[in-house]
């Protein structure tokens, strides 16, 4: 099982991202997938959510309105689209299997964005 995220970098207050992730090694259209983010000395946390089918989705509140997860299942991809950036949303983002606790499945490496003017 491998999560391998990109699309990260340097963004302005107010731009846009978009943050891909390419999973394998499950059955990726029978899983929900998630998006996670570790700022600079906070704890890992679980910003959006999205069902196996795409057709449920799920936001923290914080990033509620900005963010919008959706995925590929041809591809085994998983996408964050961020808008409106703000200072805060700095970290480190993560992909993974919603159900990751239960497989036991590793992190990858995640991509770093840095919102600052």
């Known amino acids: 099982v491998q999560f391998v995220e990109s699309g990260g970098g340097l963004v302005q207050p107010g731009g846009s991202l978009r943050l891909s992730c390419a999973a394998s090694?499950?059955?990726?259209?029978?899983?929900?997938m998630s998006w996670y983010r570790q700022a600079p000395e906070k704890e890992r946390a679980l910003v959006a959510s999205?069902?196996?089918?795409?057709?449920?989705?799920d936001y923290t509140d914080s990033v509620n309105g900005r963010f919008i997860i959706s995925r590929d299942n041809a591809k085994n991809m998983v996408y964050l689209q961020m808008n409106s950036l703000k200072r805060e949303d700095t970290a480190v983002y993560y992909c993974?299997?919603?159900?990751?606790?239960?497989?036991?499945?590793?992190w990858g490496q995640g991509t770093q964005v840095t919102v600052s003017s």
């Open positions: 090694g499950f059955t990726f259209s029978s899983a929900g």
């Open positions: 993974i299997r919603a159900s990751y606790r239960t497989y036991g499945d590793d």
């Open positions: 999205i069902s196996p089918t795409g057709g449920l989705t």
